[in-house]
């Protein structure tokens, strides 16, 4: 079962986006916790610890205690070019409600797998999480998926998979999860714009790296 995620928080007197930058420039995230039919709650969260929390891995799939409320994340946005989390959603929720929530996939075995330890082959994860309907208190950190047995063109699929006790997918059974297929036998086009990108690359570290350089100097005259 995933574990339970603290989170303190304060309420937020003012909102709008005078009043959300002014907490951004003091380490703080604003948030807003809704549903059980209950007035939206406009709090704030201290940025270190959100992203101590993000970087678990399983936030978006834990129950997460905001401020006394047991609540699940239901969207996170960042700042596109910082990546620094800007505002978070948390949706109220009961100790033992019934939710729908993304599961992560993680896939084992694979020196079990004679298609990828003597055939080479390549693991095509189609679905990278699935979702499940489960109880609040029950919901797993993660859905292991052994590839024990697999040879190339085979195929696992949602049916395949042992679900947490009382947990159901959303998506049919016959939902493909992941195949293995043939190695990929790279083309001469394949390695030629592989070249192209590399001396594309290099050509923006250089003149970035000239870039600076002139800037140096120009601090070095001033």
Do not use: C, W
Not at 28 to 46: C, D, F, M
């Amino acid at each position: 079962m995933s574990d339970t995620i603290t989170l303190a928080a304060e309420t937020r007197d003012r909102v709008g986006k005078g009043a959300s930058r002014a907490l951004r420039r003091d380490g703080r995230v604003p948030a807003v916790i809704y549903g059980q039919n209950k007035e939206p709650t406009s709090i704030h969260l201290e940025e270190k610890a959100l992203v101590k929390a993000l970087m678990t891995g399983h936030f978006m799939n834990s129950v997460i205690m905001v401020g006394g409320a047991r609540t699940l994340a239901k969207d996170v946005a960042f700042h596109p070019v910082t990546d620094r989390p800007t505002h978070v959603d948390f949706l109220r929720i009961g100790e033992h409600e019934t939710v729908t929530i993304a599961v992560p996939v993680v896939f084992t075995d694979e020196d079990d797998a004679p298609g990828i330890k003597k055939g080479n082959g390549v693991l095509n994860i189609v679905k990278h999480d699935i979702e499940l309907t489960v109880d609040a208190a029950d919901i797993p950190s993660e859905i292991t998926v052994s590839l024990k047995g697999m040879e190339i063109g085979d195929t696992i699929h949602i049916a395949d998979v042992t679900l947490p006790k009382g947990a159901t997918a959303a998506a049919e059974g016959d939902v493909a999860i992941a195949t293995l297929v043939p190695p990929t036998v790279p083309t001469a086009e394949d390695e030629q714009l592989e070249a192209e990108v590399a001396e594309a690359q290099a050509a923006e570290a250089e003149a970035a790296a000239a870039e600076e350089a002139a800037g140096e100097d120009e601090n070095k005259g001033e």
